[in-house]
């Protein structure tokens, strides 16, 4: 079982920067792929990003909302994901989640994460 716990959300101003972090323990945390969803309220949940490793070599997929302002990356001695966010909307304030998987099928899609950390709430002021 893994455990996934994100922090680093707050109030930002548009146009500026945030970095979460999401801490897994419970698994072996090099052998998932990490991925970052969001959902705004009445909204569904939206991929944003997600971060893998094949041969070796960590490959990333980003949402096309994000993509270009956002960065996914990892740290497998620390056992953390990030998401780094730069040049932010008000579009962009949601709450965000850490999720793990184990298959490398779908990256994009919310269905395929086994385990999911309890969102952290990030907010972009106009």
């Known amino acids: 079982q893994v455990q996934l716990v994100e922090s680093g959300g707050g109030l930002v101003q548009a146009g500026g920067s945030l970095r979460l972090s999401c801490a897994a323990s419970?698994?072996?945390?090099?052998?998932?792929?990490m991925g970052w969803f969001r959902q705004a309220p009445g909204k569904e949940r939206e991929f944003v990003g997600a971060?893998?490793?094949?041969?070796?070599?960590?490959?990333?997929y980003y949402g096309d909302s994000v993509k270009d302002r956002f960065i996914v990356s990892r740290d497998n001695t620390w056992n953390t994901v990030y998401l780094q966010m730069n040049s932010v909307k008000p579009e962009d304030t949601a709450v965000y989640y850490c999720?793990?998987?184990?298959?490398?099928?779908?990256?994009?899609?919310?269905?395929?994460?086994?385990?999911w950390g309890q969102g952290t709430q990030v907010t972009v002021s106009s």
């Open positions: 999720a793990a998987k184990s298959n490398i099928y779908d990256n994009r899609s919310p269905s395929e994460y086994n385990f």
């Open positions: 419970g698994g072996t945390f090099s052998s998932y792929v």
């Open positions: 971060i893998t490793k094949r041969l070796g070599i960590a490959v990333t």
